[in-house]
């Protein structure tokens, strides 16, 4: 049986096949992978310009103010945001400035309006400021030529913002991969039907649509399939239409698992079966590769725990690949608040609840429970805690690496 890493370097080098790029409105663009890295063509702010209400004024002007010593300027006009001041303010002068207002030539700092008194033509200023105070510089915020998003990223909200703010309005992205999602079991029923005696609720599937869909994947329901065999050709043919095939059930050592069966009937290469973990130590993974179709095949367990813990481990990487992406699994360390006993060699993947504790240091909890038939533990938790192959007992106090949910 191969290890964990193993089995996902085996899934990140079959995931060659680099999503196309389209192009979507701005708004459209958050939650979408950039595609192109973007460099700023412009400096923003474009000019220099004023962070607080106040007065554009020579701070040599001011070296000597206080509030017992004002110092008196001349105001000599108005630089509002989107009404410049066209003149040049000299030494003695000031010009009334409103924050975003461009600073007038000359001027070399903003005294704000707080520190001031105006009277009929003239502004008494009551402190020194320093050179350049409350002036944002051209380029603070983007320098022109710069790399503003690297190609890769997941477009947040504040990227949109960015894009918006030199003018991007068509941004290239990635194509999302598109999934398709088949359940197999005699004993599954859809979660609207009331399950007769020896049925259960097919609760797998949406728990991945869902996480295709947060994910920024696009999930394609081919339903549920029974244990039998032309069901399941028909079924998984279907699904070697799109970019992945995620099938769940039937890659155990039960009479009725066919999936690895049909798999390789269908023309699927299996690269592996049976992963060193726990749990979900049956996920099976292949490659349909024919003529102009390639689609990763991922035969995760029943059990809706190993189900949603291998799709997150093998599933999400493998598009992460195809979508040439950045961002990577958050691990960080955290001490345990009660011992986790580990009696064999498998990595382990256990539902957890991290906090912070009265230090300020994260702790974590198991969220009881670890049966992988218990979609529960994973509704409870924030997290998985990860413990390696070559860990056994694990007291309470230790530090673990923890990966957020
Ligand atoms: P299998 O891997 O097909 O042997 O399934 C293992 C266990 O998971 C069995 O108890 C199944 O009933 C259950 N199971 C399989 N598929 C699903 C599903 N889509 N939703 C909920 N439970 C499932
Ligand atoms: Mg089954």
Redesign the pocket.
């Known amino acids: 049986m191969i290890s964990f890493s193993e089995a996902l370097s085996i899934v990140i080098a079959n995931s060659t096949r680099a999503m196309p790029t389209e192009t979507v409105p701005l708004v459209l663009a958050a939650g979408r992978v950039l595609a192109n890295s973007v460099v700023a063509t412009e400096n923003i702010p474009p000019m220099p310009n004023s962070a607080m209400d106040g007065y554009a004024i020579h701070a040599e002007d001011v070296t000597t103010a206080s509030v017992d010593m004002p110092v008196a300027l001349q105001v000599i006009g108005e630089s509002a945001a989107g009404s410049p001041f066209p003149g040049v303010v000299g030494r003695g002068q000031a010009a009334r400035i409103m924050t975003g207002g461009i600073l007038p030539e000359g001027a070399n700092g903003v005294i704000e309006v707080e520190a001031t008194t105006e009277t009929d033509t003239t502004v008494l200023v009551r402190r020194a400021i320093r050179l350049w105070e409350s002036v944002r510089a051209a380029g603070e915020d983007i320098q022109e030529g710069a790399e503003v998003i690297p190609a890769g990223k997941r477009l947040t909200a504040a990227d949109v913002g960015v894009l918006a703010s030199l003018g991007i309005v068509n941004v290239p992205v990635r194509l999302k991969p598109i999934v398709g999602l088949l359940?197999?079991?005699n004993?599954?029923v859809e979660p609207f039907r009331t399950p007769s005696l020896g049925q259960?609720?097919?609760?797998?599937?949406p728990a991945l649509y869902a996480l295709c869909n947060s994910f920024g994947a696009e999930p394609i329901d081919l339903g549920?399939a029974g244990?039998d065999r032309d069901d399941l050709l028909e079924s998984i043919e279907q699904g070697l239409r799109y970019d992945l095939l995620v099938t769940?059930?039937?890659?155990?050592a039960?009479e009725?698992?066919l999936v690895q069966e049909v798999l390789p009937e269908l023309g699927v290469s299996i690269q592996f079966h049976q992963v060193n973990i726990r749990p979900g130590k049956?996920v099976m993974f292949g490659v349909y590769d024919v003529a102009d179709q390639r689609t990763l095949v991922f035969g995760l367990?029943?059990?809706?725990v190993?189900?949603v813990v291998t799709f997150q481990q093998f599933v999400l990487p493998a598009m992460r690949t195809m979508l040439g992406m950045t961002e990577q699994p958050m691990h960080m360390a955290a001490r345990l608040t009660s011992p986790i006993k580990k009696a064999d060699s498998k990595r382990h993947f256990i539902r957890g609840i991290f906090s912070t504790d009265e230090t300020g240091q994260l702790a974590v909890a198991t969220t009881g429970t670890q049966s992988s038939?218990a979609?529960s533990s994973v509704s409870k938790a924030n997290c998985l805690i990860i413990l390696p192959e070559n860990s056994g007992f694990h007291e309470s106090g230790d530090s673990v690496t923890i990966e957020f949910l």
């Open positions: 359940a197999t079991g004993e599954l259960i609720r097919n609760s797998s599937l549920i244990d769940t059930g039937g890659v155990s039960g009725y698992d049956p367990p029943g059990n809706p190993s189900t038939g979609l």
